[in-house]
């Protein structure tokens, strides 16, 4: 186990961090919430190996984690190619049609395609990822950012929601 994953490992369990410099060895307090993201070893995951294999990662100190997610990116070449233009546009200051605004909706609020159909009711036989992408011929109007802000103050605001016991047990 690399000096790193020693100090992480030792915040985490004695919540202590020992600090050596100059000859004083020093021990202080370290009461923290540790967030951590790590990619896999060689860039892709290995289904066939463990998350401390795929990670490099002492399982003593993967243990200590209170949640692990793993995110696994399924190569899309289409996906990957409209989120790098939309990535290439933004950082180059190109104007493109994903920073417009304007949603299109049916009377019940589904999104309306170019047939007047819902996308979500196409093709049942089609996983929802593929009936929510948008063809390249078509532009894409998500819900636009400054209604976005005055929803998340709303939210702020008015909505407090409040956890049953039950949900906190199945949390704990």
Request: contains cysteine; proline residues 5%.
């Amino acid at each position: 186990m690399g000096s790193q994953h020693q100090a992480l490992l030792e915040a985490m369990e004695q919540q202590s961090i020992s600090i050596a410099k100059a000859g004083i060895v020093c021990t202080l307090p370290a009461r923290t919430s540790i967030l951590e993201a790590a990619n896999p070893v060689g860039g892709h995951y290995n289904k066939g190996k463990t998350v401390s294999e795929n990670l490099k990662m002492n399982s003593a100190l993967l243990s200590r984690f209170d949640l692990v997610f793993i995110l696994l990116d399924k190569p899309d070449e289409e996906m990957d190619c409209v989120l790098s233009e939309h990535v290439m546009s933004l950082h180059s200051g190109r104007k493109r049609a994903f920073q417009k605004a304007v949603a299109r909706r049916n009377e019940d609020g589904s999104i309306a395609t170019s047939s007047n159909q819902s996308i979500l009711s196409l093709d049942e036989d089609q996983s929802l990822m593929e009936r929510l992408k948008i063809p390249s011929h078509e532009t894409f109007d998500p819900v636009p950012g400054q209604l976005l802000r005055k929803y998340i103050g709303y939210a702020r605001t008015y909505v407090h929601p409040v956890l049953s016991p039950e949900a906190v047990k199945v949390l704990q």
